[in-house]
């Protein structure tokens, strides 16, 4: 009997609590999908920065290392700059 009275309060409590986390922060918005010239052009990117050496084997690299955020500060340096925007230029011109 004291089950039938507290089910419905768990069901109310659930589908609250349940809203509650939908409402949350929400997921980050894309702009559109990337052309595969700038997917490999970031990639061009992450590599010059030298990004990739810490990405071999299964071991997960030390992003905490002076190293690696030094490279990384590298690869956004020059992924927001115009070496990114010439790389996506000239793999959509088909220049080697």
Not at 34 to 39: C, D, K, M, Y
Not at 40 to 65: C, N, Q, V
Request: aromatic share 8%; glycine share 8%; proline share 5%.
């Amino acid at each position: 009997m004291l089950h039938m009275k507290i089910l419905p309060a768990v069901i109310v409590s659930v589908a609250l609590l349940s809203g509650c986390a939908i409402a949350g922060d929400p997921a980050p918005t894309s702009n559109g999908a990337l052309s595969r010239a700038e997917v490999r052009a970031d990639l061009a990117m992450w590599k010059r920065a030298g990004l990739d050496k810490f990405y071999r084997g299964r071991k997960s690299p030390d992003i905490y290392s002076a190293d690696y955020r030094e490279r990384y500060a590298t690869y956004v340096k020059l992924r927001n700059g115009p070496e990114y925007k010439s790389e996506v230029t000239r793999l959509n011109t088909g220049e080697k």
